[in-house]
């Protein structure tokens, strides 16, 4: 019998992975993943779904999703892509991770399968996801995209509802390098017959899911149209709906969940006419604690105080625009960056939203894509972004904290990878 880590070892060196390579990975169809779910005997059909996509967004609501219906009482999957510290992360019930010995024996039960048909490593993470649900006999699934939509592995799906968070630039390189061809392929998990809940409606994309949803016949709600959602102080919202006032409390921290807690309500709101019954008293006793409920991490994550420290794993040009915006907010004195990106990143972009007064340690991450930090201290000074280059990510957080005083700030981003290396995680 292979131990977990040989496992995890056949997967990373034998199939290609996005995360860690980038386009070379990445399969523009649902050949693989239908085949495997076939081989399986299409465990997808077993349970229900909700199924997330968007740019920004997608991963805090998939979990205030999970959470809230595991408040209800239903036993609830959650399938997330990538992981910050461990992959058993990326697949959990109930809050608690895939067991490593199901990881082990699901891959040594479908090697032959594997080797025929030659998946990327999230195909396999995708089938393996819905193998464990069904296996669990789980009430419902949140299951969010890894990228795009209409041919991601996830896309196999009839979920009860559908969820579209935020449209804005990333993966141009595979999705089109304009909004319209990236909402395209994010209104592909629109199904027939099943209502969409868009988030946040968005002038330059709303005609797409408007036209893809009457295509498709199915129901599409703008959740901002539907409640108004006020930021009273940090973490504290006032929500409007036809005249009542309802106030919620969000553990997870940043002013980009305003937009995420409309689309989160419209779908339970979708959920309670499809024969689940879940409670505002439930919502908001979720809300109040999805981080502990469901083990999310590295949004808007607080690691120490005096000075400051602050995670985000923002890092395309809507999340970081957010996450500017909520820095701006904060009362410092000096403020650090430690900025690492990956390599097939439009990063001018994101390089024009920093701010000229930070001080900044460019490192990189440990994985093949990421930027080299001497490269992209170099594209930085053209935006007047100074600083010093240190590559390893918790070297670079030492001594952002050694020089810094008690009423400075640091803030650790431009990758998920660089959060996911933080030792203090």
């Known amino acids: 019998m292979e131990s977990y880590h040989q496992t995890l070892d056949y997967l990373y060196q034998n199939l290609p992975m996005y995360q860690r390579v980038g386009s070379i990975a990445y ?179 709303e005609d797409v899911f408007i036209r893809k949803a009457q295509e498709m016949n199915s129901p599409i709600i703008f959740a901002d149209a539907k409640f108004s959602v006020t930021l009273e102080n940090e973490g504290n919202y006032k929500v409007d709906q036809s005249g009542k006032t309802k106030h919620y409390r969000l553990d997870l921290k940043g002013l980009y969940q305003r937009k995420n807690l409309a689309g989160v309500l419209a779908v339970i709101d979708v959920l309670n006419e499809n024969g689940f019954s879940i409670s505002d008293d439930q919502v908001r006793r979720a809300l109040s604690s999805t981080s502990s409920i469901t083990g999310l991490k590295g949004r808007w994550q607080r690691l120490g105080e005096l000075p400051l420290v602050i995670c985000d794993t923002a890092h395309n040009e809507g999340g970081v625009k957010e996450v500017m915006q909520q820095i701006h907010s904060q009362q410092f004195e000096q403020l650090y960056f430690v900025w690492g990106c990956v390599n097939d990143k439009e990063i001018r972009t994101i390089l024009s939203l920093l701010p000229k007064t930070a001080y900044y340690f460019f490192c990189q991450a440990k994985i093949p894509r990421a930027m080299k930090a001497n490269e992209l201290y170099a594209q930085a000074l053209e935006f007047d972004l100074r600083g010093e280059i240190i590559q390893d990510v918790n070297e670079a957080i030492a001594k952002a904290k050694e020089i810094s005083s008690p009423n400075d700030f640091i803030f650790i981003g431009g990758s998920t990878f660089v959060v996911a290396e933080i030792d203090d995680l």
């Open 27 to 205: 399969k523009a169809d649902l050949t693989n993943t239908i085949a495997l779910c076939n081989a399986l005997g299409n465990p997808q059909d077993r349970f229900k779904s909700v199924h997330v996509a968007g740019t920004n967004g997608k991963g805090s609501s998939s979990h205030m999703l999970a959470a809230i219906l595991q408040t209800a009482g239903y036993k609830t999957g959650l399938y997330t892509s990538p992981h910050l510290k461990e992959f058993t992360e990326r697949i959990k019930i109930e809050g608690t991770e895939i067991s490593k010995e199901f990881v082990v024996d699901f891959v040594n039960r479908i090697k032959s399968t594997i080797e025929k048909i030659r998946p990327s490593f999230f195909e396999i993470t995708v089938a393996m996801a819905f193998d464990y649900f069904a296996q669990q006999k789980i009430d419902i699934a949140i299951i969010e995209v890894g990228l795009g939509g209409r041919l991601d592995s996830t896309n196999v799906i009839a979920p009860v509802v559908s969820l579209i968070t935020n449209i804005s630039f990333d993966h141009q390189e595979l999705l089109g390098h304009t909004l319209t061809k990236i909402a395209v392929e994010k209104a592909g998990i629109i199904k027939v017959n099943t209502p969409v809940i868009i988030s946040e409606r968005q002038m330059e994309v």
